[in-house]
Nanobody
Framework: QLELVESGGGLVQPGGSLRLSCALSGFTLDYYAIGWFRQAPGKEREREGVSCISNSDGSTYYADSVKGRFTISRDNAKNTVYLQMNSLKPEDTAVYYC????????????????????????WGKGTLVTVSS
C-alpha cells in the first residue's frame, strides 16, 4: 500500500521548535519530489506550499513566510523527509500535510493548491501544529 505518514505535530509556544517527519511506505524517495503544505484554520479549501525538496538534485524551495526559520531535508536510507521548524509564530498554526509528485520541479510544486487538491500523486493525512502561549 502506497502512503505518506506525517508525525511530529503538537502544541508549542511562540519562538519554539518542532520537527515534522513524513515517512513513505510502499514507494521510495528516489522518484518523487516531496513537499510540505499547510492548511490554516478557516482556510479549509486551500493548502499553501511551505517547502519542497527535489528527488533529482536535492534542490529546495521555501515560501517567503518561512525562509530562514524552516529547513527541509531528506534521509533516503529511512525513506523519510523532515521539516525542522524554528522560531515558530502563531500564524504557523495549521494542519501540515506532506505530498509526493514525480516529474515536477520544486518551484512548480510548492504553490497554493485549491480544493480538491489535484496535481500531487500522493497526500498524507496531516499533522496538526498549534503555536500558542
Amino acid at each position: 500500500q502506497l502512503e505518506l505518514v506525517e508525525s511530529g505535530g503538537g502544541l508549542v509556544q511562540p519562538g519554539g521548535s518542532l520537527r515534522l517527519s513524513c515517512a513513505l511506505s510502499g514507494f521510495t524517495l528516489d522518484y518523487y519530489a516531496i513537499g510540505w503544505f499547510r492548511q490554516a484554520p478557516g482556510k479549509e479549501r486551500e493548502r499553501e506550499g511551505v517547502s519542497c525538496i527535489s528527488n533529482s538534485d536535492g534542490s529546495t524551495y521555501y515560501a517567503d513566510s518561512v525562509k530562514g526559520r524552516f529547513t527541509i531535508s531528506r534521509d533516503n536510507a529511512k525513506n523519510t523527509v523532515y521539516l525542522q521548524m524554528n522560531s515558530l509564530k502563531p500564524e504557523d498554526t495549521a494542519v501540515y500535510y506532506c505530498a509526493a509528485v514525480s516529474g515536477m520541479s520544486v518551484q512548480r510544486m510548492c504553490v497554493m493548491i485549491l480544493y480538491p487538491y489535484y496535481g500531487m500523486d500522493y497526500w498524507g493525512k496531516g499533522t496538526l501544529v498549534t503555536v500558542s502561549s
